[in-house]
């Protein structure tokens, strides 16, 4: 889903008022929206964590990698993917137990794309319609199968998607630097997750900077700020580097053909 959220850029130019990126949010409505995401998030939590092993197919992928970039493990060393998740399932792991911890990281990976949905909408000055709408893609069953087949990846990153292309889109109308630390914070949290979100992040945000550029009140500026959002995404890139030198090459080896462990598999 792509999407960029008009009339942002209004919200973001508030935060020097109030300090907050949103142009102030009632506390109350942020209270009941947590409070409905962590009962979502631990009612999935205690279905899946009522096996006997790790959720899904993938669930014991990622625990599996992550041992194999700490050493201790049997997986080939040649494995690579963005290490986020990895080293998330690792630490789950070890705090609760194979099964209990990635069951957590299942059941709360399943609700942050509903995250994603209300800071942006919200942001984009849309509160009513934020809270109705991260409600419904909180309760919705599609996210929590997906954490159940160990999809963590996708539904990490996914809201950051969401929060870099409002970013953009404030950052190009109004030049706040707020917006474009918040690009660039999104953007690299992306990249260490999902090589998948971020190649559908990479072809979504020219969209956003064409559609923004369109708006004659912008264009007169719009091509610097572009060159400066374009450095930060490069600068978000650098620290995973080697893996993406890697793992691109690695996932397009495996096309066509079938692999049993699902290595590269998104």
Do not use: C
């Amino acid at each position: 889903m792509i999407a960029t959220p008009t009339g942002i850029s209004r919200h973001v130019a508030s935060e020097r008022r109030d300090g907050t990126f949103a142009g102030g949010r009632d506390r109350r409505v942020l209270l009941t929206f947590g409070v409905v995401l962590l009962t979502v998030a631990v009612a999935r939590a205690l279905v899946l964590a009522s096996g006997d092993a790790p959720p899904g197919f993938d669930g014991g992928n990622w625990l599996a990698f992550g041992n194999a970039f700490l050493g201790r493990s049997v997986k080939a060393p040649s494995v690579v993917y963005p290490p986020l998740v990895p080293a998330l399932s690792v630490a789950a792991a070890e705090a609760l137990g194979p099964t209990a911890g990635l069951s957590v990281l299942a059941g709360v990976s399943s609700v942050l794309p509903a995250v994603g949905v209300f800071v942006v909408l919200s942001s984009a000055g849309l509160r009513a319609w934020a809270f109705a709408l991260a409600i419904l893609a909180a309760f919705v069953p599609s996210p929590g199968a997906i954490a159940s087949w160990g999809g963590y990846p996708q539904l990490i990153a996914t809201p950051f998607a969401l929060i870099a292309y409002g970013a953009l889109e404030a950052w190009l109308r109004t030049s706040a630097r707020r917006a474009l630390l918040v690009f660039g914070g999104a953007m690299l949290v992306v990249f260490a997750t999902s090589h998948y979100v971020a190649l559908v992040t990479a072809i979504a945000l020219p969209v956003v900077t064409l559609a923004t550029a369109l708006d004659r009140t912008v264009r007169p500026q719009v091509f610097r700020r572009v060159a400066f959002a374009a450095g930060v995404a490069a600068a978000a890139a650098v620290p995973v580097m080697l893996v993406y030198a890697r793992l691109i090459p690695a996932v397009l080896a495996t096309r066509g053909r079938a692999s049993s462990a699902a290595a590269l598999q998104v």
